[in-house]
């Protein structure tokens, strides 16, 4: 009896080991995808309110430093404004001066500019649809689309593909909670998305497509990370976890 429950004893030790090598690895593991991120560069889209094609929307869009130093200027200078006493003279002030600021914006699609936001900004990630089903096309055809991620979540899927590097989008959806959570934001983004070519004046979008979605720009984010690790001699310090680590 003792013998059993020595054996038992040292089969549980070895499982809490193993299972706080596993969090070391997905710690150091989303540390450095952490410190990847933190000196990518990446462009900010602004929350803007535009006219398009008659209706008005709301996109996020890049704009230059000087749209958004001109945006933060003019809401400082609508608040220390003495002579405009209501918010209906504010609100013509702020519509006026978007306006004119809109004019210096090159995005010919956009009809009227009616708010920016400067405070309120997202980073988008490039992805890519290849629709198997595209008409003249015998392996099908890929669009390039871009989504958006929080810094949390582009770390997390990150510092998957650091222990994973060949892990399909879809594989996401099956690897645990967190991950599967990112994989349905992406895929009900991207699936509304229209990726018309430019000036091609058709709207298409993945519903009308059997397609996949890759993680363009995430992949290639992991193999210059996985290179940078290489040759600081870095990956081989969890080789006894690797193998058996499912995310």
């Not at 990847?36 to 462009?43: D, P, V």
């Not at 059997?210 to 310090?237: N, P, V």
Request: glycine share 4%; charged share 35%.
């Amino acid at each position: 009896m003792t013998e059993k429950n020595d054996k038992a004893l040292k089969k549980e030790q070895e499982m809490n080991e193993f299972n706080q090598r596993c969090d070391e690895y997905l710690k150091w593991r989303k540390q450095k995808a952490a410190e990847f991120l933190k000196q990518k560069e990446r462009e900010k889209c602004y929350r803007c309110e535009v006219e398009y094609d008659g209706a008005g929307c709301v996109f996020y869009l890049p704009l230059s430093d000087d749209i958004v130093a001109r945006v933060r200027a003019l809401n400082e200078q609508i608040d220390n404004n003495p002579n405009l006493k209501t918010d209906h003279e504010r609100s013509l002030a702020y519509f006026d001066g978007i306006e004119k600021i809109g004019e210096d914006i090159q995005i010919e699609w956009v009809e009227q500019w009616n708010a920016i936001d400067v405070e309120n900004y997202i980073y988008l990630y490039g992805f890519s649809v290849h629709t198997f089903d595209w008409a003249g096309e015998e392996n099908g055809r890929r669009f390039p689309v871009s989504a958006c991620l929080t810094d949390e979540e582009y770390v997390t899927v990150l510092a998957h593909l650091l222990h994973q590097p060949d892990c399909s989008f879809h594989n996401l959806a099956f690897l645990g909670p967190e991950l599967k959570a990112i994989h349905d934001k992406l895929c009900d983004e991207i699936h509304h998305k229209d990726f018309s070519e430019n000036g091609d004046g058709t709207a298409r979008y993945c519903e009308n497509h059997d397609y996949a979605i890759l993680m363009t720009e995430l992949r290639e984010d992991a193999q210059k990370l996985l290179k940078q690790l290489e040759k600081k001699g870095e990956t081989g310090q969890f080789d006894d976890v690797k193998e058996l680590v499912v995310w």
